[in-house]
């Protein structure tokens, strides 16, 4: 087995994929970005271009295609839950190398056991990012972050994979960790999320807003979120996640609040959803969370009725 990672697919070069495409690029890597076919032309004809504080301005030069058709080292999966299942048709089976690692890096914790309903668990290595990044127009990335921060993991992925896969991604720019409990890494990122999603989409309001006008209800959100990822295994410290809350920039928008004022489908059920589903499972109780998503689902039903 090559440990070696020297091709990488992207699938869904948005925000998050188009940065990390870029770079890794530029790294030398190469790239191919899965989109759909105007997307794909305007990538093939003018490469992907940065702006970023940390990274600088450059343009990367990518390959793009409507779907995976020569193996590759690994594939990059960046796009929404909500289209998780249609883009995997750009990425068939066989077009798989023997040893592809599949890394998704999407909100929520149920993604991973989707992806290994399709192909070996071995080759599925989900990570968490940390990042502020838009993709301001097709082949145009805004990275609006001081930092790109990535967590890599997976349970049964040869270690040795997911350190080229870390090695990799650290000379291209990122600060990357490989970290060895993939429930607690991604119930990290989940408990974090997903008071700051729901409650900022809820209120239409940036995190500052909510972090005093709605301070309760964050508090309660934080606790109810915590005692789920500890049921779960992933013991999580609400008042450390409050502070988190305090130090974020009172401008923060949510990728969900994004969505929400972009009028595009929402994670509610990949972040709000499996939340409650843990909760369940466990015998949690969370109030809050469920009146939240109730309250969501409601707001969502009702503007797509009055389009």
Request: charged residues 20%; glycine residues 8%.
């Amino acid at each position: 087995m090559a440990n070696d990672i020297r091709t990488v697919a992207v699938l869904g070069p948005g925000g998050v994929g188009g940065l990390l495409a870029a770079l890794l690029s530029r790294a030398g890597h190469q790239v191919t970005c899965l989109a759909g076919e105007d997307t794909a032309r305007a990538l093939r004809t003018d490469g992907i271009r940065v702006r970023s504080t940390p990274f600088g301005e450059f343009t990367a030069r990518v390959d793009a295609d409507t779907e995976l058709r020569a193996p590759v080292d690994a594939v990059l999966i960046a796009v929404k839950h909500t289209a998780l299942h249609a883009a995997l048709t750009r990425v068939p089976a066989s077009a798989l190398g023997e040893d592809t690692l599949l890394v998704p890096f999407l909100n929520g914790v149920e993604h991973p056991a989707v992806l290994r309903g399709l192909h070996r668990p071995d080759r599925v290595a989900p990570a968490v990012i940390r990042v502020e990044s838009t993709r301001v127009a097709p082949g145009v990335i805004e990275h609006g972050s001081a930092f790109a921060e990535v967590d890599l993991t997976g349970d049964a992925v040869p270690r040795p994979r997911l350190d080229a896969l870390a090695q990799a991604l650290t000379a291209a720019g990122p600060t990357v960790r490989v970290l060895p409990d993939e429930t607690a890494a991604l119930w990290a990122k989940m408990a974090f999320l997903a008071p700051f999603a729901l409650l900022t989409t809820r209120y239409g309001l940036p995190l500052g807003d909510v972090r005093t006008r709605h301070r309760e209800e964050l508090t309660a959100l934080v606790e109810e979120t915590a005692a789920v990822s500890a049921a779960c295994g992933a013991p999580a410290d609400p008042a450390q996640a409050l502070a988190r809350y305090d130090a974020f920039a009172a401008t923060a928008k949510s990728s969900m609040q994004r969505d929400a004022e972009a009028g595009r489908p929402l994670e509610l059920d990949a972040i709000g959803g499996a939340l409650l589903r843990a909760a369940e499972r466990h015998g949690v109780p969370t109030p809050v969370t469920a009146r939240l998503v109730r309250e969501l689902a409601d707001a969502t039903r009702s503007s797509d009725t009055t389009r």
